[in-house]
């Protein structure tokens, strides 16, 4: 049964040009294969279209990849979390290596007839310019390499997601080994860095011929597309339409310059307090003015219970979002055996809800990483008001901006009765996450030179050269820490980063939004009120502007260069010595 759309010709007359009939909800497409789903965009391709329909044509599109996309997020929402479940990787599997390479092929054959139309209006001017950049890159050779990509990159979600540790008889996720890296006791230390190095180092093998498998492909698929290299590539499919290469490359150096100096100092400075010879990779984390390690929490209920009171307090609507998210069960926090690393929030298209995924052991940094990932949930329900779904997505760099910023508005409500701490802790804690936003900056510099010498160095095919590149490069942005004897260690580092095996030149997007991010906390600082505002009014543009226009309406600029960085890495120095200088005094 199809839904007729009616059209009136100018005689008066109706002609029906029919649209399919969509589902109620994404559950009817939980167990489609792509031959269920293709006649609905069959359906698309082929309605009449014109100038008089076309915005009801885009309503049924737009509703279509809502419903199908949600099917496909929940499929991956219950394989990250139970990576050991054969039937839930079969359902992440089906939608990932069989739905969504096809339908991407489908969207660019509907894109392509939109932008033949000729038709436009205001607010799908940046959702246009994404749609042509996809068409002139797709290639149908790729779509079977995209499914490959995705198998390949469940293979290594489901190798990390069984790594476990032994600990004193029991066995533990790495996330869960966190705690013993901030003991006040540097043998406890060394052993946790240790075990969840060597977690990684027994698989290096098998995941070095992971990553050859990936490489070769993503190779393929710049080469099919027209491109030098991979890199090249990426640039255009990720639609960094306002920076290019040499940009980033000004980034990396600007971090060189200006950030890795800093980082280097807060390094001494801690081997110094620690009244230790050399600083090594096991002493980062400990807490230099309590004698036992911040502990923001014990349980979930306590853990999310405080994250209401602090987004209510930060913002009333704010508080009421997360609220909705903690009744409507979109929180899954706990690590546990055979769940994915890392976390993340993804979208429910269809319903016009976020959910957020990590792996919480009881440490500051699972407060931040919370409130990092309600940033992008509040971004999402934001935009979710736009009338088309293309409108409601933006690139990277405005979502971590979303993200980035949240970290640093909801800081000052971190204390007690609001939130987790005492005031000293809270002092900590901030002194903690400061430090931190400063040693990740080199880290994340790394990161995406890593990535772009691999996609243009013939070496990087190579795996003992890429491991031999990684190790210069670190050397190059983080100095300060003493990892002699421990190369293999070191080494182990990028096996652990996700986003280089799943997710390739997604990285340096955390850059450009730390450095936007500052600027809404410099702002903040003078007026915390216009500082939300302004965050909310960037968000609720979800994707109808470019880049720099949501960093405007934030109230941030894109920097890349040494004296805009080397500014607002100063003012986070600053505060870093007052802060030290505050717990210091006791």
Not at 84 to 95: G, I, P, Q, S
Not at 229 to 256: I, L, S, T, W
Request: contains cysteine.
């Amino acid at each position: 049964m199809r839904r007729p759309l009616r059209t009136l010709k100018p005689n008066g007359s109706v002609t029906i040009a029919p649209l399919p009939e969509l589902p109620a909800s994404p559950e009817a497409f939980a167990d489609a294969t792509w031959d269920d789903v293709a006649p609905y965009y069959e359906a698309l391709a082929t309605a009449p279209l014109t100038a008089a329909d076309v915005e009801e044509w885009l309503g049924a599109w737009s509703r279509l990849d809502a419903l199908v996309g949600e099917a496909g997020t929940l499929a991956m929402i219950a394989y990250t979390g139970d990576t050991a479940d054969a039937a839930k990787e079969a359902a992440y599997l089906r939608f990932s290596t069989d739905v969504f390479p096809k339908l991407d092929e489908q969207e660019v054959r509907l894109s392509k007839r939109l932008l033949d139309l000729g038709w436009s209006r205001p607010d799908l001017e940046t959702t246009l310019k994404r749609f042509r950049a996809d068409a002139e890159i797709f290639r149908e050779a790729n779509v079977p390499l995209f499914a490959e990509l995705e198998e390949l990159s469940a293979a290594y979600q489901k190798i990390v997601g069984g790594l476990a540790a032994d600990w004193d008889g029991e066995r533990k996720t790495i996330p869960q080994l966190q705690p013993f890296l901030k003991s006040p006791d540097r043998a406890v230390r060394e052993r946790a860095f240790r075990k969840g190095a060597e977690a990684y180092l027994d698989k290096r093998d098998e995941l070095a011929a992971l990553f050859d498998r990936m490489y070769e492909k993503r190779v393929q698929v710049g080469a099919n597309a027209g491109f030098p290299n991979f890199m090249e590539y990426c640039f255009a499919a990720k639609h960094r339409f306002d920076y290019g290469p040499d940009d980033v490359q000004r980034f990396h150096e600007a971090v060189e310059s200006t950030v890795t100096p800093v980082a280097e100092r807060l390094h001494a400075w801690r081997r110094e307090k620690l009244g230790v010879a050399q600083l090594r990779p096991w002493d980062l984390g400990v807490d230099l003015f309590r004698d036992r390690p911040l502990k923001p929490f014990s349980e979930v209920p306590e853990f999310v219970a405080a994250a209401r009171r602090i987004f209510a307090t930060l913002d009333p609507e704010l508080g009421e979002q997360f609220d909705l998210m903690a009744r409507e069960r979109l929180l899954d926090l706990e690590s546990r055996p055979g769940k994915a690393p890392g976390g993340y929030c993804t979208k429910l298209s269809f319903r016009g809800r976020p959910f957020i995924f990590m792996n919480a052991v009881g440490v500051p940094d699972d407060v931040n990483t919370l409130v990092h990932e309600a940033g992008h949930c509040f971004h999402d329900f934001a935009s979710h008001g736009l009338p088309l779904i293309w409108q409601r997505s933006t690139g990277h760099e405005a979502a971590e901006l979303a993200s980035m910023s949240m970290e640093l508005l909801a800081a000052p409500h971190l204390a007690r009765p609001t939130g987790y701490y005492e005031p000293e802790e809270a002092l900590s804690a901030e002194l903690e996450h400061l430090v931190e936003v400063v040693t990740t900056l080199p880290h994340i510099a790394s990161v995406d030179a890593f990535q772009r010498w691999i996609y243009t160095d013939p070496a990087g095919a190579d795996a003992d050269a890429r491991d031999a590149a990684w190790l210069d490069l670190r050397a190059r942005f983080e100095r300060g820490v003493d990892w002699g004897g421990l190369e293999r260690e070191r080494v182990a580092r990028w096996y652990r980063q996700l986003h280089i095996f799943e997710l390739p030149f997604y990285y340096i997007e955390y850059g450009i939004a730390q450095l936007g991010a500052l600027q809404v906390w410099r702002r903040s600082l003078q007026d915390p009120q216009d500082a939300v505002r302004r965050y909310k009014a960037a968000l609720s543009l979800g994707g109808t502007r470019s880049l720099p226009e949501i960093y405007q309406a934030a109230g941030a600029k894109l920097v890349f260069d040494a004296a805009g960085m080397g500014e607002l890495i100063g003012l986070v120095a600053e505060r870093i010595e007052a802060l030290q200088g505050r717990l210091a005094a006791g």
